[in-house]
């Protein structure tokens, strides 16, 4: 299973310094206390600001990833949709896109 980053469950504010903690393997104490002072020497604003932004960003321990939706029409058109998620251009298709530019 591959390993996620993730709030801590152990958090203090909003687990952000926790769940990186515990991503990268390092003591949380040492994250939260090097996170703070980053805050402090870099200008209080642009590091709480980060810390907003990852604390939203930065899914709950156990939740799980949104899956992307297949849909079986088109919006646009109302025609099936037949994007099978292959998105590379064959031969065929490169070599007419080649000619066309001539």
């Known amino acids: 299973m591959q390993k996620r980053l993730t709030k801590s ?9 926790g ?3 515990d991503y990268f393997g390092f ?3 040492w994250v939260r206390i090097i996170g703070a ?4 020497f870099t200008g209080i604003f642009p ?3 980060l810390y907003i ?7 709950e321990p156990g939740a799980s990833s949104p899956k992307a ?3 079986d029409t088109d ?3 109302g025609r099936p949709n037949s994007m099978d998620g292959d998105f590379t251009k064959t031969d065929d298709e490169k070599e007419s896109d080649s000619k066309d530019n001539e």
């Open 47 to 49: 590091g709480i600001a």
């Open 53 to 59: 932004i990852a604390a939203m960003v930065m899914p």
């Open 69 to 71: 939706e297949k849909h």
């Open 9 to 17: 469950p152990d958090k203090i504010l909003a687990g952000v310094f």
């Open 27 to 29: 003591d949380p104490a």
């Open 19 to 21: 769940g990186i903690a």
């Open 37 to 40: 002072a980053v805050i402090l």
């Open 75 to 77: 919006y646009h058109t």
